[in-house]
């Protein structure tokens, strides 16, 4: 027996909407595009109403809508060049989901920041420890010297 059987034979109104929900996101799915369904999963399901509501009390929502912009983005750019350009095709192409870059680091103001070298590139911090890294293990030709004092 499947999930969504499984649902529907339960008899609950939720279970059974569910279940109907499940199978319209599966039908979008084999329909469009990846970045057309990741759009109907957000816009047309309510999620992003629900998202502006939380926007007003908290500003990094904000963010939420920038990294799904880049995300549909970088969706439309993988179906320019993909043979096919469905759900399946798109999640096979990437084992890992891509990461997004952020313009800004994450945080408050006063708080502890952990970023990657290439998301830091370009932000300055009064103070930056580096976990992990030693002379030696940083990359050929960019070593620290002149960036910061080990010890």
């Known amino acids: ?16 909407e569910l279940a109907d929900r499940l199978e319209v996101w599966r039908r979008w799915a084999r ?27 908290s500003p990094r929502m904000v963010r939420v809508f920038e990294d799904l912009h880049r995300l549909l983005e970088q969706m439309q750019d993988f179906e320019a060049v993909a043979l096919s350009p469905d759900l399946g095709t798109y999640l096979g192409a990437f084992p890992k ?20 070298v290439h998301a830091a590139k370009g932000l300055e911090f009064d103070t930056v420890y580096l976990v992990g890294v030693s002379q030696r293990s940083w990359s050929p030709g960019r070593g620290l010297d002149g960036y910061c004092r080990l010890g």
């Open 1 to 16: 027996m499947g999930f969504e059987e499984a649902l529907r034979s339960e008899g609950g109104e939720h279970s059974q």
């Open 97 to 116: 989901p891509p990461t997004l870059e952020v313009s800004e680091p994450l945080g408050d103001a006063g708080g502890v920041q952990l970023l990657t």
């Open 31 to 57: 329909e469009v595009p990846v970045s057309q369904l990741a759009f109907r999963l957000v816009f047309d399901t309510g999620l992003a109403e629900r998202w502006q509501v939380q926007a007003e009390t």
